[in-house]
């Protein structure tokens, strides 16, 4: 890997504590993204909320999908401006807080809907969605104050990791305590959404305690609207100094797709296509957890030393094999039965298909967002992190939308073979990206501009 220019200081690494702070944001911020968007809201949502039609549950997968797309629409028109913003003022912690503060505020609200609420459903959902993935890439833009290059990796990785363990715990007591998501446990299950927002709001705290706020403000002579409409379109000018950053993003933007489909979907895919029990649910969350975690902090150890372009591309493979593996679970099951005289069910080689996904799942988000800190300056960070967040959030709104006409036309089992077409297009796209020379123009408009002048 090329040196970056000596004229730029190297970034010193910050303290345990500030690094641990800033993980901690991950830790907290998982209850809501597996308790309400992965495990437990969006199948109460699906099957009991708007429940089955008479259609096998399709109306529900595209409302639920349109709402997560209509969220992920409003990042991608306001997460570049926001980060505009917050790299001229330096408020990137106001802006976290706001965005922390919605979504406990609109999670908690979740109580309130009822079977039959959909509209009201559907209104909170895109609210806390948006709320909450604003927020992932406002904590995205310290990423590169924490640390010089060749630790980005690690850091990434360990707030990754950091963030399944929360999840583990988050979800691990609400399946105990609350139980299924189910029309007979209403009563109890729609604690979710204050129990989700309680723990984010808690655990987030040492976020905000001890992450500092880097850079020098600007002058505000400018209302807010205009600072970021001049600075996002300088930078959309400059763009073609960072072309390693924007074909990576196009790269982002295939790969993201099928992980929002894989998030938003896999478990409602156990419960309509692979018929599991809640047994067999409440384990597939444990192990996708722990080898996700797994996956992030060692592949983040990894990618620092052959580099976390050929990390992220080697993380998209796992992903296309699990995507096959997950499609073929219910017809390799019968082969092995037939040919081996074994008695397996479907949802029990399932269980071996999530180790795959989950290592795929913390490892290829760590390393994208390890490779945008890399080729970021540092002035430019929350700038550059509004459009990895665009990038992410009009992956969902893409993969999404996709996935919820497909499923309506051919099903939910056919339609996820989407997710390995879309793997393969991002690894094919980022064969362009050098990453060594996109450090290199990281560091040269360092060098240009000062880190804080």
Known sequence: MSPIPSAVPTTPRASRKEIFGWAMFDFANQAYTLLII??????????????????????????????????????????????????YRAEKKRFLFASYLATVAATAMLYFVAPGYVVLGLALIVVSNYAYSMGESFIAAFLPDLGPPEDLGKISGFGWALGYVGGLFAAGFTLVALGEATAENFERIRWVGPFAAGFFLVTAIPTFLWVKERGTPQPAGKPYRE????????????????????????SLLFSM??????????????????????????????????????????????????????????????????????????????????????????????????????????????????????????????????????????????????????????????????CAALFLVAIGICLAVD???????AAAWEARNGRNG
Request: charged share 10%.
């Open 227 to 250: 600072i970021a409409i001049e600075r996002v379109s300088t930078t959309l000018h400059e763009l073609r100094r960072f072309r390693d950053l924007a074909t990576f993003l196009v």
């Open 38 to 87: 992965t495990v437990v809201f969006g199948e109460l949502f699906t099957t009991v909320i708007v429940g089955d039609r008479g259609d096998g549950y399709r109306l529900a997968n595209f409302l639920w999908s349109l709402a997560l797309a209509v969220s992920y629409l409003l990042v991608v028109v306001t997460g570049p401006l926001c980060g505009a913003v917050m790299d």
């Open 435 to 441: 990453q060594a020379r996109g450090q290199r123009a």
């Open 257 to 418: 797709a099928g992980v929002y489909i894989i998030i938003a979907f896999a478990f409602i895919y156990g419960a309509q296509v692979i018929g599991w029990d809640a047994s067999i649910r409440n384990l597939m969350f444990i192990i996708v957890q722990i080898t996700a975690a797994a996956g992030a902090l060692g592949f983040g150890f990894l990618q620092d030393r052959i580099g976390t372009k050929v990390t992220y591309q080697f993380t998209l493979c796992l992903w296309v094999a699990a995507i096959l593996a997950i499609w073929a679970t219910p017809e390799v099951t019968a082969f092995l039965n037939a040919h081996l005289g074994l008695a397996w069910e479907a949802q029990h080689l399932f269980l071996v298909v999530g180790c795959l996904a989950g290592l795929s799942l913390g490892s290829s988000q760590s390393a994208s967002r390890a490779l945008v800190g890399l080729f970021s300056p540092s002035r430019k960070a929350a700038e550059f992190f509004g459009f990895w967040g665009l990038a992410n959030k009009l992956a969902g709104v893409f993969g999404i939308i996709a996935l919820g006409l497909l499923q309506s036309v051919v099903g939910l089992k056919a339609s996820i073979l989407l």
